[in-house]
């Protein structure tokens, strides 16, 4: 009898042991994933577009520098450019990064200019088209990660803007006329501010979008007329004394390539 309840008990383990092998085991729980981190040390390259206006305010003065009329004329214009940019960062205490960038606007702001006053010994009022052909700028910025992929800032540098010469019409007939103010490189600095996002969908790939303020210094392109009596020599008649302000809203692609780890 004991033999026979042995065989039975053991029978029993053996069964059960292999029904226990057979049951499906249970997953482990899994942890958390691993949160995207982002690396702002590191050289970048970007590109992109944007809008922007310029004022000025100015005044024909004679060879001598006296103004022809009292008081300033207030003009400017507007348009869209294209810009190229590169720079480095470097990012510090955790949220903290400064870093040093150059760019170059293809400008293609422009409107129209009006001589104040009289011009020469003519008489004649002139106007004509003035563009702002071209920008470049250099500074620094520092930001704050409000979030690891998103980056706000300011800036500030400086920078220079190249205006076309200007070919002058008679203001009352429209007629091309033989004035004509030279080309000028005016110099200045800036004042920016904007944010900078990381994009998912491809590392290294970032949007950026910027405000920026620019104020540049008077200067004075020289106007000549052909053929006026009492110009000078080269057909000198007076010079446009100018000061410019632009503004411009810029939004970006950017690559980094990052030396500091990179997004991991």
């Known amino acids: 009898m004991k033999k026979t309840l ?141 979030v690891p992929a998103l980056l706000a800032y300011v800036g500030g540098g400086y920078t220079e803007a190249r205006f076309d010469g200007v070919a002058f019409s008679h203001l009352l007939t429209n007629a091309p006329s033989t004035f004509a103010m030279a080309s000028q490189t005016y110099k200045g600095w800036f004042l920016s501010s904007g944010y900078e996002y990381g994009l998912d969908f491809l590392p290294g790939l970032f949007w950026k979008t910027e405000y920026r303020y620019a104020s540049y210094s008077a200067e004075r392109p020289a106007i000549t007329g052909i053929g006026v009596v009492g110009a000078l020599p080269g057909g000198l008649v007076g010079f446009e004394d100018s000061r410019k302000d632009v503004q411009t809203i810029r939004s970006e692609l950017v690559y980094r390539f990052n030396f500091g780890g990179g997004r991991y």
């Not at 029978?11 to 049951?23: I, K, R």
């Not at 480095?88 to 606007?105: E, H, K, S």
Request: glycine content about 18%; proline content about 5%.
């Open 6 to 146: 042995l065989a039975i008990a053991l029978t029993a383990s053996v069964t059960s042991s292999a029904f226990a092998a057979d049951l499906p085991m249970k997953a482990r729980p899994m942890g958390p994933a691993p949160v995207a981190a982002y690396s702002w040390t590191g050289c970048y390259l970007g590109a992109g577009g944007g809008y922007g206006m310029f004022d000025q305010r100015h005044r024909t003065v004679d060879p001598l520098g006296v103004p022809f009329t009292a008081g300033e004329t207030d003009t400017g214009g507007k348009g869209w450019f294209g810009t190229v940019q590169v720079g480095c960062d470097y990012q510090f205490a955790d949220r903290w990064v400064i870093g040093a960038f150059a760019d170059y606007d293809f400008s293609g702001l422009k409107g129209n200019l009006q001589p104040t006053g009289l011009i020469g010994l003519g008489g004649l009022g002139v106007y004509g088209e003035e563009k702002m052909k071209s920008a470049w700028a250099a500074g620094g910025r520092v930001g704050y990660l409000v």
